[in-house]
C-alpha cells in the first residue's frame, strides 16, 4: 500500500511538471523509514515512486550535495535555505534533513 505524502500545492504542481524532483523534510520518525522503491501518494492524486533517499545533519550539507535547481527550480541556494528554515525552525532542522528523489509514475487520471 502507498503512503499519502502530503506537499504544499504549489511544490506538488513543480513535481507533476517536472520541475521539481527532490522532496525535503526533516527527519521525523515517518520520513526517516521511506526507502527507495517505495511507493507515495502525493497528496493523495499521484503516484511516485522514491529513486533515493539521503539523509543529512543539516539544511547546509543539504545543499552542499544536492541540486538546487531539482529542490526549488525558481530559488538561489540562500533563497531555499531562508525557505527551508522559514517552513522548519532550528528544533525541527537539529532532527536532520531528508531528501526524498521522486518519480511520478504515469498513470490514467480519468480511472476511478
Given amino acids: ?28 520518525p515517518n520520513i526517516t523509514r521511506l526507502r527507495a522503491g517505495d511507493v507515495l501518494r502525493l497528496n493523495d492524486r499521484h503516484v511516485a515512486t522514491i529513486r533515493r533517499a539521503a539523509r543529512y545533519p543539516s539544511f547546509d ?15 538561489n541556494r540562500q ?16 532532527l536532520g534533513v531528508v531528501a526524498l528523489e521522486l518519480k511520478l509514475v504515469e498513470q490514467d487520471q480519468t480511472a476511478a
Fill in 61 to 75: 550539507a543539504l545543499l552542499q550535495s544536492e541540486d538546487v535547481a531539482s529542490i526549488a527550480p525558481r530559488l
Fill in 1 to 28: 500500500m502507498a503512503r499519502i505524502l502530503w506537499v504544499k500545492e504549489q511544490y506538488l504542481q513543480q513535481i507533476v511538471a517536472g520541475d521539481k524532483t527532490i522532496e525535503v523534510r526533516v527527519a521525523y
Fill in 79 to 94: 533563497q531555499l535555505l531562508d525557505a527551508l528554515r522559514a517552513i522548519y525552525p532550528a528544533e525541527k532542522e537539529a
